[in-house]
């Protein structure tokens, strides 16, 4: 717990910005993921730079742990205080700072949104891709190095974070990375703190890539008779070099889930969510060729969304997919789980996993960003029977153990937090006590989110 000397401390740096309430700590304890953890000892919400130093600084003279927040929509226990501390919650930090719009850069503070920024990147023909389906905040998307249902187009936040400002465990301030579109300048320290979980430092400030918004857009949907038809089919559409923005997933029990809680009418049969932006002449061209693709794969059903309420009324059934899986099965709870694995792999390890989840009697409806080979199971456990969490939780492993013989990761946008971190030394090895000796080497007292990432 704290001391007098650090409440005092802490108390004299944030004024009201500083609470123990326990309302607040409980607040601060909850997230999307299945992994609990204890409340924090302390929040506290920084507008500048220079206080996240100053409390890096307290931290390091008091010895308490730091735990960076967010938006709290983390799958992985990331922003969760298992050994406690302070939570450093930045939802004040959250400003747009700059705009250059000749250079497609924007430059961020941590806490602001990405819902928010494309708000306010409207008027000047640019937008942020990375689109996780949460409104997390950018900080927070690149604490995680998270992606989303466009990365198969834009890539993910490892791609778009030019630089960052970042507060180490003494409080020192560094800078990363520049406004250049490239450099070989040394070692990349943006693309080390990009994923790093909070683990390394605190996120301050970000410079991120930006991109035109497309001229013109189009999306559908197609169902398909099996499951592996339609993994298929993407398989194909990728190899064919269409530039798709997104290419989505949904098994026959996530339409039947969204049908029902979004009041969609989609067939009750594996189905592909697509999108192509372009110019007009491009974005036709594309969607036809996808069409004669898919068709060849059996694909029936065709629901083309040309203008922008169906377009939106699609994908926000597609982002509401997680609710309304939680809505199928009233009174469960959700263990969710995401790997990736090579394209060429993608059609075994979709019927595998689906073999499996069906072999053990727990509904997990798969869904996923199929074109990056990235998809998710939502295994629905009944609260507080202890027999399925630990059928899932075996389910989840499997999928894990089943992804790296693949040639695959254990994750493919969830990140690691503690929910994971059993897994790292089967997909990295030796590697992963590499990643431990540059957490010592920035961090040796061990107060930058601990017990997460790395081993202990």
């Known amino acids: 717990m704290l001391s007098d000397a650090a409440l005092a ?67 992985e226990g990331h922003a969760l205080a298992p050994q406690g501390g302070v939570t450093v919650d930045f939802t ?9 719009p000749e250079d497609m850069i924007a430059v961020v503070q941590p806490g602001i949104t990405r819902e928010r920024l494309n708000q306010e990147l409207r008027a000047t023909g640019l937008f942020f891709p990375v689109d996780p389906g949460a409104n997390a905040t950018l900080g927070g998307m690149a604490s995680t190095r998270a992606s989303g249902t466009t990365a198969v187009r834009y890539g993910t936040m490892r791609d778009n974070v030019l630089g960052l400002e970042v507060v180490l465990a003494d409080g020192a301030v560094i800078r990363t990375g520049s406004s250049a579109p490239k450099s070989s300048a040394g070692y ?44 298929e089919c993407v398989i194909a559409t ?49 969607a036809e060729r996808f069409g004669e693709i898919a068709s060849g794969f059996g694909a029936v059903g065709f629901q083309w969304a040309r203008a922008q309420e169906e377009r939106t009324r699609l994908w926000a059934m597609r982002h509401g997919a997680y609710r309304a899986i939680l809505a199928s099965r009233p009174g469960c709870r959700a263990i969710v789980t995401d790997v990736c694995v090579p394209i060429s792999a993608l059609a075994a390890a979709v019927e595998e996993t689906r073999a499996d989840i069906a072999a053990s009697g727990i509904p997990g409806p798969i869904l996923g960003h199929v074109g990056d080979g990235n998809f998710h199971a939502i295994l629905l456990i009944r609260e507080g029977d ?18 790296l013989r693949m040639g695959g990761t254990i994750t ?15 997909e990295h090895g030796a590697g992963w006590q590499v990643m431990a000796a540059v957490k010592r080497a920035l961090d040796p007292e061990g107060r930058m989110n601990p017990g997460k990432v790395v081993p202990d």
């Open 412 to 426: 493919g946008e969830h990140g690691v937090g503690f929910g994971k971190r059993g897994l790292m030394a089967a």
């Open 9 to 75: 401390d802490l108390r004299a740096l944030f004024g009201a910005r500083f609470s123990t309430a326990a309302a607040v700590l409980q607040a601060h304890a909850q997230s999307e993921s299945h992994a609990a953890a204890p409340p924090p000892w302390a929040v506290v919400w920084p507008e500048k730079t220079a206080e996240v130093s100053q409390l890096a600084v307290l931290s390091a003279r008091h010895g308490f742990p730091l735990i960076g927040w967010g938006a709290g929509t983390s799958l």
């Open 188 to 231: 990349d320290l943006t693309a080390l703190m990009v994923g790093s979980e909070g683990t390394l430092g605190l996120i301050t400030e970000l410079t991120l890539r930006l991109h035109g918004q497309p001229e013109a857009v189009s999306a559908a949907a197609c169902g398909f008779a099996r499951m592996a038809e339609a993994v």
């Open 92 to 100: 004040r930090m959250d400003r747009l700072l700059e705009v250059r």
């Open 386 to 403: 202890a027999a399925e969490a630990a059928a899932a939780k075996a389910l989840a492993q499997r999928m894990a153990e089943r992804a």
């Open 238 to 286: 990728i190899q064919a070099g269409l530039p798709m923005a997104r290419i989505e997933f949904l098994d026959e029990a996530t339409v039947a889930a969204c049908n029902a809680f979004s009041g969609t009418d989609l067939a009750l049969r594996p189905q592909l969510l697509v999108e192509f932006h372009g110019s007009p002449a491009g974005v036709a061209e594309q």
